[in-house]
């Protein structure tokens, strides 16, 4: 059986949003892309967290992770240039 591709995509996805914006990332910014429910999405990215590469915080009340990789980096707009999929 194989597995189902939407947590690599979305994994990726979210990656290359956060190396856009800083390293942070709302998952509710994954909702325009995807056809999935956030919390399809957090539960997919809440293991990311186990890495030590990502950490998930409550910025002003909302879920934040935080793309440890890409933080202080400069911001630059969002334009996919990699396939979400096979990143």
Not at 2 to 11: A, K, L, M, R
Not at 30 to 58: A, W, Y
Not at 60 to 76: E, I
Request: glycine residues 4%; charged residues 20%.
């Amino acid at each position: 059986m194989s597995q189902p591709i939407w947590p690599v995509v979305t994994e990726n996805l979210a990656q290359q949003l956060a190396d856009a914006q800083g390293g942070l990332l709302h998952p509710v910014q994954l909702l325009p892309f995807l056809p999935l429910s956030l919390e399809m999405i957090e539960q997919t990215l809440d293991p990311l967290t186990t890495s030590g590469r990502v950490e998930k915080r409550d910025q002003d009340g909302l879920v934040t992770y935080v793309f440890k990789q890409s933080l202080n980096q400069a911001s630059h707009t969002f334009k996919p240039k990699r396939c979400v999929y096979s990143d």
